[in-house]
Every structure is written in structure tokens, then in C-alpha cells.
């Protein structure tokens, strides 16, 4: 473990997904409320931690409430199949 590392209780692929999903989130003008610490709880307690991903079969996390921030109490984990699936009624 590095010496000087912000998060000793998070491991490191998870700080930078944390810090990817964050950013990309600002950059498309979505509210971000999470805090690194309970976006990575969300991802822990869902038991999907090692299937992540953007391949069919994989989880991710999916806003329940599109207008609504990103926070623990306005997503799930989902497979990328039905988070995929549910969105295209949106796009037509």
C-alpha cells in the first residue's frame, strides 16, 4: 500500500472508478451527491462488486429517477442487459 494514500479503506481501482463515474456525471450536468465512501458501500453491500462492467451479463449502476441526483438513495445495481433494455423505450 502506498504511504500516502487518501483512502487506506478503499482499494485503488476503486478510488479511480469512483473518480471516473464523478467526473463523466459533472461533465453530462448530473448532480453528483455521493461521497467515495458511500458510492463504494452501494457497490459492496450489492455483492456484484467483481461482475462490473459495460459487457451483457455485467452490473452497473442505474439511476432509479433520471432528474434526480446520484445518491444511494436514487440508484441500483443493475445487469447491463436491463438497464440497456429499460432505456431504449427513452431513446425513441
Not at 39 to 66: E, L, T
Not at 77 to 91: E, F
Request: net charge positive; hydrophobic share 30%.
Amino acid at each position: 500500500m502506498h504511504p500516502n494514500k487518501k483512502y487506506k479503506d478503499i482499494p485503488n481501482k476503486w478510488v479511480t472508478r469512483y473518480n471516473v463515474k464523478k467526473n463523466k456525471a459533472r461533465w453530462s450536468k448530473q448532480e453528483w451527491e455521493f461521497t467515495i465512501h458511500t458510492w463504494y458501500k452501494v457497490w459492496k453491500d450489492s455483492g456484484k462488486m467483481d461482475r462490473i462492467g459495460k459487457m451483457p451479463g455485467c452490473y452497473r449502476m442505474a439511476r432509479v429517477d433520471p432528474y434526480d441526483p446520484w445518491w444511494e438513495g436514487n440508484v441500483k445495481i443493475v445487469q447491463v442487459t436491463y438497464s440497456l433494455l429499460r432505456n431504449l423505450h427513452r431513446v425513441h
